[in-house]
């Protein structure tokens, strides 16, 4: 191996599988690195850490540790969040909500008539905007010395009304949201243009096998079974033109030992959070006493119920909000 060979890591996670109201946001980060070195952890010590009681300011991990429902935890998520989205080419700090829920992987048409959409906040929200862009012009630094360049990262936001009718057609919930993931899996696959491509997905649920389902989605690939283990599944995909390859594995709990997940986690919980934020405040402008939700099963039952005046007066069809599945 070379000194100036290089690798671009790709990290896939989401958040949202569970929950009753609210979209389901699949996260994912490109990350150019050398290929002698990639271990951005160790690369962005000292300006980037794996738990929030390291003295450092930025923490990249598992999204439950990131965040908590506190001003703290907020603040945390999104300035990780936008520290690094700001480092895109072109881009200062993120103040377009919606340019970063439906950017290069944008949602199907159903979200755009949602009314809520017009209650997403300017950005920061969380964070002092002063604050933000020192915290981004250290981390761009910081980059810079580990040789490391942030190619994108964002979010690929799955509606419940768009969930609701792909279930009509697989009758399958991982059937759904696999054809998702491979949406971000193919923009992954894209940068192997630039150099072999490294990818890592937090597992889906119990399935171990994945051979059959690359073979089908990548047929301009050879798919070559790595290993397939209760915790692993990993594959070599070759494009048959010669353009580049892609190791890819599917990992359990990979959030918490791989950089680029553990980031891609970050970014899918900020998403969602996002978009609960909107929800609340567009209902709750129609029924002020309305207690807001974060939308999972229980609370968003109790949601529900409590919310029948507001979802009578906006008259919005209960597919739009409610997941089937």
């Known amino acids: 191996m070379s ?10 996670d989401e958040a949202g599988l569970g929950p009753l109201l609210g979209s389901l946001a699949i996260g994912y980060v490109l990350l150019e690195a050398p290929a002698r070195e990639a271990e951005p952890w160790k690369l962005l010590r000292g300006t980037v850490a ?15 540790l990131v965040f908590q429902r506190s001003a703290r935890g907020a603040e945390r998520l999104e300035t990780t969040v936008l520290a690094f989205r700001a480092q895109l080419a072109g881009r200062g700090a993120e103040a377009d909500a919606e340019r970063f829920l439906f950017g290069t992987l944008a949602p199907a048409a159903p979200f755009r008539a949602l009314p809520w959409r017009a209650d997403l906040p300017a950005l920061p929200c969380h964070c002092a905007r002063e604050s933000l862009e020192l915290t981004s012009a250290l ?7 580990a040789d490391l360049t942030l190619l994108d990262a964002g979010v690929r936001v799955v509606p419940a009304a768009e969930l609701n009718a792909s279930y009509a057609e697989t009758a399958n919930k ?6 998702r993931v491979l949406e971000v899996l193919r ?38 079974l790595v290993g397939e283990s209760p915790g692993r599944s990993a594959y070599a995909l070759v494009a048959r033109d010669g ?14 030992g791989c950089f680029e997940v553990a980031l891609a986690s970050c970014f899918a919980k900020y998403a969602r959070e996002l978009e609960m934020q909107a929800f609340n405040a567009y209902f709750t402008r ?28 906006c008259g919005l069809a209960r597919e739009l909000l409610v997941r089937e599945r």
């Not at 794996?50 to 439950?64: E, G, N, T, Y």
């Open 139 to 145: 981390l761009r630094r910081a980059l810079t010395r």
């Open 174 to 179: 991982a059937t759904t949201v696999w054809e």
């Open 286 to 313: 129609l029924q002020p006493e309305l207690v807001p939700t974060a939308g999972y099963r229980g609370d968003g039952s109790r949601w529900l119920a409590e919310a029948a005046p507001a979802l009578a007066q």
């Open 187 to 224: 923009h992954a696959w894209a940068a192997r243009m630039r150099a072999p491509v490294r990818a890592t997905v937090d597992m889906l649920g119990g399935r171990r096998h994945y051979g059959s389902l690359l073979g089908r989605a990548f047929p301009a690939a050879s798919v070559k």
């Open 243 to 256: 353009s580049g390859s892609m190791q890819l594995e599917f990992r359990v709990q990979a959030d918490r």
């Open 50 to 64: 794996k738990s929030p009681a390291a003295q450092a300011r930025l923490v990249v991990a598992d999204s439950k």
């Open 3 to 12: 000194a100036g060979e290089r690798v671009v890591l790709a990290g896939i």
